[in-house]
């Protein structure tokens, strides 16, 4: 099919979920795509932070066709040797116990609300359930993750929502000693809010929250759906915040292209979700433990990490000399671009027709590229950029 025919198909078949750019891409490899068209693109998104390794790294091709050609799912009524695999090599790089393996962010974080509350419920009975979120905070789009995300643009339409939330202003100790009352079970925030704009939380503040929810036995959760797995620099990016939290999930980057999502505990919390208190079909499929495996293994070495960061400082230096840049902001490969017109989405759609990929983030531009992007690539991205810059 040719753009036109595919545009058409979605327009007839697909419910109108997304605001898609007008490209359809039908092969990559690396940090390069092409599109129906023969269109070459220099990927910043990887499938918004999905694709670590890049489009059809070959290592990870390998690992994932094996293990397709050797079993491509089985029940969790049975034991998986990849699934221990997976849930070792998570504990071994996060410093966790345990770890539930599901497919997706909004699921891990589901899983996460859920021990929050039961072991609050086991130690003290009802009444202690609230959990705080960060005011423009993202969570998911399940009905429970909703109500976690604290932006009101999303509590609409899908009434009722779940109850037990509350919300307090990030980087503000006082706004949240206010809001730390009795009946709070957890704490759960994104360390850099992603879609929320890239606004990393300043050190202090996060390690007096950790501070506060260990003294008053309130489970302290970080949401690492998308700063996890060496997209800042480090393997989980509470990492680069000397603390350590109770409960981690973590998605997207994860299995390198395939769904797979992961909830991580501390040896506290191994026990609270027992046999019937949560599941799932497809979660921890051999395929993607294959894929999440590779993914693993290759970017959690020190060499790799000081490339994620270098990668970040060379873009993040470069993007500081463009036109009509305002701020830039982030970690590791995880970058936001504040623009003096306030044009992200008009910025994002000249560079799509010019060949760069690129997302928005409220009002920013915002760069998630794959890890193993080569510098060949990033300046071919960022000449691009610049050039759409300087005209608009």
Not at 145 to 155: I, M, N, P, R, Y
Not at 320 to 346: C, F, S, W, Y
Not at 360 to 386: H, N, V
Request: include cysteine; charge should be negative.
């Amino acid at each position: 099919m040719n753009f036109e025919e595919i545009q058409s198909g979605e327009q007839q078949y697909l419910m109108h979920t997304y605001g898609r750019f007008p490209a359809a891409l039908v092969k990559g490899k690396g940090a390069t795509a092409w599109g129906a068209d023969g269109k070459e693109y220099i990927d910043f998104t990887s499938g918004i932070g999905v694709n670590s390794l890049g489009y059809c790294d070959e290592g990870w091709v390998q690992a994932v066709s094996n293990q397709a050609a050797t079993i491509q799912h089985l029940s969790n009524l049975y034991y998986s040797p990849l699934q221990v695999d997976t849930a070792k090599m998570l504990c071994d790089l996060s410093g966790m116990d345990k770890v539930f393996l599901c497919n997706s962010g909004a699921e891990a974080n589901e899983c996460a609300i859920k021990i929050a509350r039961k072991y609050s419920f086991d130690k003290y009975g009802k009444g202690r359930q609230k959990i705080l979120t960060l005011q423009n905070s993202f969570h998911g789009r399940t009905v429970t993750t909703l109500a976690a995300t604290g932006q009101d643009v999303f509590h609409n339409f899908f009434f009722p929502f779940t109850e037990g939330f509350d919300y307090i202003l990030a980087n503000d100790i006082e706004d949240f000693r206010k809001h730390l009352t009795e009946d709070v079970c957890a704490v759960f925030m994104e360390l850099i809010q992603g879609e929320g704009g890239v606004l990393p939380l300043q050190q202090e503040f996060v390690q007096a929250v950790a501070k506060a929810c260990a003294g008053q036995d309130v489970l302290l959760m970080i949401d690492e759906v998308q700063t996890g797995i060496s997209r800042t620099g480090d393997v989980f990016c509470y990492q680069h915040y000397g603390i350590m939290p109770d409960v981690v999930t973590s998605a997207k980057g994860l299995g390198g292209g395939l769904p797979i999502g992961a909830c991580l505990c501390t040896e506290k919390l191994q026990n609270v979700l027992s046999g019937g208190t949560h599941g799932t079909t497809f979660g921890g499929n051999p395929i993607a433990c294959a894929a999440a495996l590779e993914v693993l293994s290759r970017v959690s070495t020190p060499e790799f990490l000081t490339s994620v960061r270098e990668k970040g400082e060379y873009i993040r230096s470069r993007l500081k000399e463009m036109p009509h840049v305002k701020d830039v902001r982030g970690q590791g490969l995880m970058i936001g671009i504040v623009t003096e017109k306030d044009n992200a989405r008009q910025v994002a759609s000249a560079c799509v027709e010019a060949g760069l990929l690129i997302l928005t983030a409220k009002t920013l531009l915002r760069l998630l590229p794959p890890l193993t992007i080569s510098y060949e690539e990033i300046d071919k991205g960022l000449s691009i950029l610049q050039t759409v810059l300087e005209a608009l």
